[in-house]
Every structure is written in structure tokens, then in C-alpha cells.
């Protein structure tokens, strides 16, 4: 049997080998491929651990294991709270079967899997919307209306929670660095934010204390290589029985409400601040999320939509006919701190989006270039300011408090870095 320590390297090997070779391939064929081989690694690192060598045949410790519990042991990832790896015994998956409405298809056999909890009580959800998000009685609300309720929480969250990858890029090259909950929801309480895995996985933890009815999807940016690149929410039933809305505060555009997806093949058009916005229905239940191009200016052909006389690029892809767990994300979230080059968009640039006096506003560190913008209705009026290093710290010290100043240093200096190893 193979020692923990080689699995390890080994799994390591495989996925970087497989990684570059995957770089020549098409977006589409990249991310089925890194997928099965994600997917590969783990059911080596299982077997490995049960006492199974590479040929497929059992050793004498895995088999003294089985024949102590008839059904087979599996590892389970660490528990987001303690830390400690839990062994259970391996269920048959459950499969059910709905019969929502969607678009013109029915949503039918999406995978059920076991999940984990969030550590986040009530009065803790209570908490954070009245003293974060500075929402008066926000159950007041609530109850007099859900859609309104659910509306002033994602234009406070967008106000209050900024969207950054400074943890991230931070820490990334953090020995034995892994993001749990508990880490994930003091960011939270502490107005750090951080990207849709933690942002969105805590946002529905608040929606179930609340009594909402939601579940995660998974969603891709054009050129993805990894599949379920952003986590997004879906709400059933807040408007009529089978509804569907898209909620998504945990994402790098202003999204101030919860979108209804029942229209036909496209939605009403949105206008958030800066965002020119709307929705269209693809293949096998992918809904597009498009921002307005104007006159003049070109886009891939392969990401633009044509509609009425009107162009729109495809910014990101939701999949909200496949239900996925809060277990899938958070193994999906260490595995791209554990391997950074299979996400690599996530450390290549620096930045912090949130609402600021009615403006969208934008600090950035991208390619060699420190920048400071705040987004109007109007694209024209959009203001640019260049910083220096020394101008970006300073300012992400006196304005974003929240953030050491030591650690806002490591992140500029570990972004240079990955970009040196990875030639970005």
C-alpha cells in the first residue's frame, strides 16, 4: 500500500502534468477534462487510504478494514469547523426528481448529496443584519414583504460587504493555508468580505435563518478552465409556487436584486449604477448573464448576443437546473488554495469592489498598474485615477480599515510573485 505522503505527491504530480497539457485545448474541453481528473485525484486519495494499491486489488489492511464494517468507510474532507476528518460510511447516492417549470424544459434527476452545516445562528443572522447591514427591523420587513426585504439585502450587502480576493491572494502561499467557515464568517462580521465562496456560501446561510427556500448553483466566465468557477443562489417560491430567482451579491458586478428567471428566452433589461444588464436562456437550462454593448464598440462573436437591434456579451453562464451543496463548494475552495494554477484568474490581479456615495467603486491592481475608478450610470462619466504602490496601501489603510496594512502588503508582493511563477 502506498504511504499517505507519496499519494499526496503523486496526486500532486498528476494534476500539475494533466494541468499544462490542457492548456492547448478549447475552454469548453479544459474544464470537462480538469473536472474528471479533479474528480480522479480524489477517488485515488480515497482508495489509497482504504487500503487499495494502484492495480485496483485490496490489501490486507484494507481488507481487515471492510470485513469490520460490511459497507465501505470513506474519508470525508476536514469539518469546516474543527478541523478534524470525519469517518462515514459511504450511502448510495440519492437521486430526486422535481417537476419545476423551467423556461421550456423540465428540471429533472439533479444529484442530491449529503451536505454540511453552516455554523451561523439566528441571532447572529439577526446580528448582522441590523448592525452590519445597518437594516431597521429588518424582520418588521420580512414579514410585511419578502421581495422587498430580499431587495434592500443585496443593496446593503453590495454597500456594506466588498467584494475582494485580498485574503486570497495574501495568503496564498501560506503553508497548509485552508478557508473554513467559521474563518469565512468572521470575514463577514467583520465587513472583509472576500469572493462568491465565501461571500455566497454565508449569504445563504442568512437566507435559510430567514426561512427562505434557496440552493447553490455553480456559474463559469467565458474561458473558464474549471468548471463551477463562481457560486451563485437560487430562491424558490418567493413570488408563486415553482418560482425562480437569481440571487448573487457575491460577484464583481453590482447585482442589487433578486432576478426573476421565468421569462421565455430573455428578461426585462436591468440598469445597476454602471451595469447595463440582462438575461438570456441558452441550451440545456444555462442562463446567460449579458451586459449591453454600445455603438462602436466590438466583442468576441462567440459571447455576443443579438437582440432587438441591440448587442449584449456573455459575462458569466448559471446552470440553475443543477442543484449543488455548500460540501461541493467548500472542497472546491481548498483545492484552489491548495493548487492556485487551476484558478488562476483568482491571483493575477488585486482588487476591491463595493458602493461608495451612490458610485460603484473599483481600487485595482492589474497587470502593473494601481488604479482607483468610480462607476456611473453614465460610462462617460466614469472616473480614473492611477496610484502609486505607496498611494494604493495608504489608501486601502484609511479607507478599508478592516484590512491590516501587513496583510494588504503580502498580497501586492504575492501577486508579482505568482505572476513571475506562472509567467501571467
Not at 113 to 134: G, S
Not at 203 to 223: E, M, V
Request: glycine share 6%; hydrophobic share 35%.
Amino acid at each position: 500500500m502506498l504511504k499517505q505522503g507519496a499519494t499526496t505527491r503523486i496526486e500532486e504530480y498528476l494534476r500539475q502534468r494533466i494541468f499544462s497539457n490542457c492548456l492547448a485545448l478549447t475552454g469548453k474541453t479544459q474544464a470537462n477534462m480538469l473536472s474528471n481528473v479533479l474528480k480522479a485525484s480524489r477517488l485515488f486519495s480515497t482508495a489509497s487510504t482504504q487500503g487499495i494499491c494502484c492495480s485496483g486489488i485490496q490489501t490486507s489492511a484494507g481488507h481487515a478494514q471492510q470485513s469490520k464494517n460490511k459497507s465501505a468507510i470513506v474519508s470525508s474532507p476536514p469539518c469546516p469547523l474543527s478541523g478534524n476528518v470525519i469517518q462515514r460510511h459511504r450511502k448510495p447516492a440519492k437521486v430526486y426528481h422535481t417537476c419545476q417549470r423551467f423556461g421550456s424544459s423540465y428540471v429533472k434527476q439533479t444529484r442530491e448529496t449529503e451536505d454540511i452545516p453552516y455554523p451561523l445562528t439566528d441571532d447572529e443572522a439577526l446580528y448582522f443584519l441590523e448592525n452590519i447591514l445597518k437594516i431597521s427591523q429588518p424582520l418588521k420587513l420580512l414579514k410585511k414583504d419578502r421581495v422587498e426585504f430580499l431587495n434592500v439585502f443585496l443593496f446593503q450587502m453590495n454597500t456594506y460587504i466588498p467584494f475582494n480576493n485580498i485574503q486570497f491572494v495574501g495568503r496564498v502561499f501560506d503553508k497548509d493555508y485552508s478557508l473554513t467557515f467559521s474563518e469565512g464568517k468572521m470575514a463577514m462580521f467583520a465587513q472583509q468580505g472576500s469572493t462568491c465562496l465565501t461571500i455566497n456560501l454565508f449569504t445563504k446561510a442568512i437566507l435559510d435563518s430567514l426561512g427562505y427556500k434557496a440552493f447553490h448553483i455553480g456559474a463559469n466566465n467565458p474561458g473558464d478552465i474549471t468548471f463551477d468557477s463562481h457560486v451563485s443562489i437560487i430562491i424558490c417560491d418567493l413570488t408563486f409556487q415553482g418560482s425562480l430567482h437569481l440571487v448573487d451579491p457575491g460577484m464583481t458586478r453590482p447585482f442589487y436584486e433578486a432576478i426573476p428567471l421565468d421569462f421565455s428566452e430573455e428578461s426585462k433589461i436591468y440598469q445597476f449604477n454602471y451595469l447595463k444588464c440582462k438575461l438570456f436562456k441558452g441550451d440545456h437550462g444555462v442562463v446567460h448573464l449579458c451586459t449591453f454593448i454600445p455603438e462602436g464598440q466590438t466583442a468576441t462573436s462567440p459571447t455576443v448576443i443579438e437582440s432587438k437591434g441591440m448587442s449584449w456579451k456573455i459575462q458569466i453562464s448559471y446552470r440553475p437546473h443543477l442543484k449543488r451543496s455548500r460540501e461541493y463548494f467548500y472542497q472546491k475552495m481548498n483545492k484552489i488554495l491548495g493548487f492556485p494554477s487551476i484558478m488562476p484568474d483568482v491571483f493575477r490581479s488585486i482588487g476591491i469592489i463595493t458602493r461608495r456615495d451612490g458610485r460603484s467603486f473599483h481600487l485595482m491592481y492589474q497587470d502593473d498598474l494601481f488604479s482607483l475608478r468610480y462607476m456611473h450610470k453614465d460610462p462617460s462619466q466614469c472616473e480614473v485615477f492611477v496610484l502609486t504602490k505607496e498611494e494604493f496601501i495608504n489608501f486601502m489603510e484609511k479607507e478599508f480599515p478592516q484590512f491590516p496594512r501587513s496583510l494588504v502588503e503580502k498580497a501586492v508582493q504575492n501577486k508579482i510573485l505568482f505572476n513571475n511563477l506562472y509567467g501571467i
